[in-house]
């Protein structure tokens, strides 16, 4: 794979690196302060001060599992792709790879909390033969790690693989199922009702993310009835603004902290 171009962040770096026959895809590097990580106990996960800790301390690596992607959300600058195609788990095992010899000094297994996000581009439950290989070769290598797999709930999905150290976040979005299909317009996906009846062995809750494009996409009365707080976790996130949001009129969303400086 090779590496055409970055962007620096103060506690990270976003790569676009390109396959060997010149897909593109995209992979971050980004480090936090471990106390970032007690969301549940804080209610919140921004930063609360200058100290931005270093990658002894939370590593993260987002990786993609595909290059495009065939889902188009409405806010995902991936849509802007002409063309997708699934990983192999020797590409999506490569990524890690580039971003842990970028920091040698930085042993990733020795971080407090080393932790690899499947949140880049695609949808890793359409590429899942590939994705769960890659699962085990990272662990073979990086043994402990945190795989943390992003979907926006594929019909049919396999769940009973995610359990232990791999944990599951279902993209969520609006609690209008209409506005989610607007959303996220990929038809063969999982209602809100069976995203709500999702069960893991995973040592954590399963995350509910919502993007929030408005305040009429939050339902509280809705969200109690479906996510039972024993089993799930909710994420309020930012847009990350980009011409693709943007050209679907999306704003900024309502949630305004980010945690890359
Ligand atoms: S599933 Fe993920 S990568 Fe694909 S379009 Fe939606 S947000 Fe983007």
Known sequence: MKEINKRLFTN?????????????????????P???KDAIEKKQNMLTSYDIGNRGERYL??????????????????????????LTAEEIVEQVKFITQKNVEFPFTEAK???????????????????????????????GTHHYISTVG??????????????????????????????IPYPNKMTIEELGQIRTQSNLKTTVNLTLVDEAD????????YFDPKYFFIKLSPINV????????LGKGIIEGVNLV
């Open 12 to 32: 990270g770096a976003v790569y676009v690196l390109y396959t060997e026959d010149n897909y593109p895809i995209e992979v971050t590097d980004t480090f936090l």
């Open 34 to 36: 471990y106390y970032t």
């Open 61 to 86: 690596i987002g990786i993609s599992c595909m290059s495009g992607c065939p889902v188009k959300c409405k806010f995902c600058a991936t849509g802007k792709l002409k063309k997708w195609r699934n």
């Open 113 to 143: 909390e080393h932790k690899i996000n499947y949140t880049r581009m695609g949808e890793p439950f359409l590429n899942i033969d590939n994705v769960r290989r890659a699962v085990e070769k990272v662990e073979f290598v990086y043994p």
């Open 154 to 183: 594929i019909k049919g999905s396999d769940f009973s693989w995610i359990k232990e150290n791999i944990t599951l976040q279902v993209s969520l979005h609006s609690l209008d199922e209409e506005r989610r299909n607007e959303l």
């Open 218 to 225: 939050f339902d509280i009365e809705k969200l109690k009835k």
């Open 242 to 249: 980009n011409d693709i949001s943007e050209k679907n009129g």
